[in-house]
């Protein structure tokens, strides 16, 4: 953001009209012809843009800002009426190596500008860790999940070879149909949220 200041030496010029100065030399204040669209003047010369719309996902992390080996993720540090439960998973966090990221470090992202400590909006604390930690807590979830799968299936077929030791008849409505059976496996809570889609199981 610019900003422009009025130096007290020079506020007003012979024909009574205030001049702006930047930097210790004299500037005209901005006009809507320097500015974007989105762009406002305000009273002390501030360039403002409204910047929190409700277009804006206010947990969003733009990956460029994240630095190179880390990985950023936002966990929760409050819920109303329920400590217990906030507790035990900010130890599980804390255990898996999260950490706070620095509210200076992003000035003015997240918080207001010049906030000091951790960033925290709404109960949710923005945290990092060495990305080489979150690879290996992505690969753990990867392979108890494929092994979930592997015992679910391998229990449904158990089941329905029994249940069809007899044979079963299939009536004409629903002949040809095939089943079809989805899975859904929750991923740990101690990795970020994928970027991309992930492909279904075989794929």
Known sequence: MTQLEIDPAETVSGNGKRRAVQNGSPTRPSTRGDLRADQFVGRDGEVLSRTQTNQIDPYHVPPEIIPVGWSYQWNTVSIYNNQDLVI????????????????????????PRGTKGAIIRDGMRLEERPQGMTDLAVEESKSVARRQISDQ???????????MRDGMEMSGKYRGTGGNMKMQIDPGLDIPPPTHTLAEPGE
């Open 153 to 163: 299936h391998q229990s449904v077929m158990g089941n329905v070879k029994k249940a």
């Open 88 to 111: 035990g998973q900010n130890m599980r966090m804390y255990g898996n190596g999260w950490r706070p990221v620095p509210a200076e470090r992003h000035d003015g992202m997240f918080v």
